[in-house]
């Protein structure tokens, strides 16, 4: 009767072994799997203050400062994104979102390569009122945000 209860026992630390072995696989490979799906977000300030690697992936946001959309030839076009504490260089080959304009927020995802953020993809406000939240935010910590409902009272900042 004994063999049976240390047979029974193996078996069972043996399943717990396995289960554990089996956990840390599937958490490594949903790891590996996501290490190319996250893009942090980082406001021109965080850019200028630590400028990332060349071959770091990451998301910027702000608003395309006035005077410097530039169109050039074919598809390519360069402007600069601001938080009001930092102006960052960006430029982007495709077709712009049909709300792209200066002034206006626009989040961008791309590298920043030799002083200049080389965007893979361009997004737009889709509204008046629409912003990112991590652009938001970024703009009250320089405090130069401006609420869509004080635009038209004035244009109260507020932080």
Same mark, same amino acid.
């Given at each position: @009767? ?20 089996? $956990? ?13 799906? /996250? ?14 690697? %060349? +071959? ?12 410097? $959309? ?25 077709? $712009? %979102?049909? $709300? ?12 920043? /390569? ?7 993809? /361009? ?7 629409? @912003?990112?939240?991590?652009? /938001? ?15 038209? +009272? ?6």
């Amino acid at each position: @009767m004994s063999g049976f209860k240390s047979l029974k026992k193996r078996r069972r630390i043996q399943v717990i072994v396995l289960a554990f072995a089996a $956990l840390a696989v599937s958490t490594a490979i949903i790891g590996y799997a996501m290490q190319d799906g /996250i893009n942090f977000f980082r406001s021109p300030s965080q850019v200028a203050e630590e400028p990332p690697s %060349p +071959n770091e992936r990451f998301r910027i946001g702000g608003l395309v400062e006035e005077g410097s $959309l530039v169109r050039g030839q074919g598809e390519t076009v360069s402007f600069r994104v601001t938080d009001g504490g930092a102006s960052i260089p960006v430029t982007y080959t495709g077709i $712009l %979102p049909d $709300l792209f304009e200066e002034g206006q927020g626009m989040v961008g995802q791309g590298n920043y /390569i030799n002083g200049t953020f080389e965007a893979v993809e /361009i997004l737009a406000k889709h509204d008046e009122t629409y @912003m990112p939240a991590e652009v /938001i935010d970024a703009l009250k910590d320089q405090g130069v945000y401006v609420e869509p409902d004080a635009a038209a +009272n004035g244009g109260a900042v507020t932080n």
